[in-house]
């Protein structure tokens, strides 16, 4: 029996896991510790979110590597992503452009988000030794 094809959700849900894992990596030193954005504490990378400037829903702005950084558990969810805080840390130029680019409307193909997994698969290569 043929195997079925992953639907867009799964897809987007894979997307989202390696790309959190892939923005807190790329972001912590070579002891696997990064600081959170909007309270400059210092986390493991395991202990540490992704968190979003412009909310996930802006699929335009989902990926993109300006838009998310690490942030702790207590900025991102129980502050509310501490917006204010993470616009200054990004600055008015950044955050405007952001800002702009997440009203407009992205649609993704299953093909585009296989691509975005494939290229960010890669790019975790490089940090295989915080694979623990």
């Given amino acids: 029996m043929p195997s079925k094809k992953p639907t867009k959700s799964r897809l987007v849900k894979k997307l989202d896991i390696l790309f959190s894992k892939w923005v807190r ?20 990378w395991k202990e540490i979110q992704a968190g979003h400037f412009m909310s996930r829903k802006h699929y335009s702005t989902r990926w993109d590597e300006d838009n998310v950084k690490p942030q702790c558990v207590g900025c991102n969810v129980y502050k509310s992503g501490e917006q204010y805080r ?7 130029e950044k955050s405007e452009e952001l800002y702009n680019k997440s009203l407009e409307i992205k649609k993704y193909s299953i093909q585009d988000i296989e691509e975005m997994i494939d290229l960010y698969r890669e790019k975790l290569k490089n940090y295989a030794i915080f694979e623990r």
């Fill in 25 to 44: 990596l790329s972001n912590s030193d070579d002891q696997g510790y990064c600081y959170c954005v909007t309270c400059s504490r210092k986390y493991f």
């Fill in 86 to 92: 993470y616009s200054v840390y990004l600055g008015k």
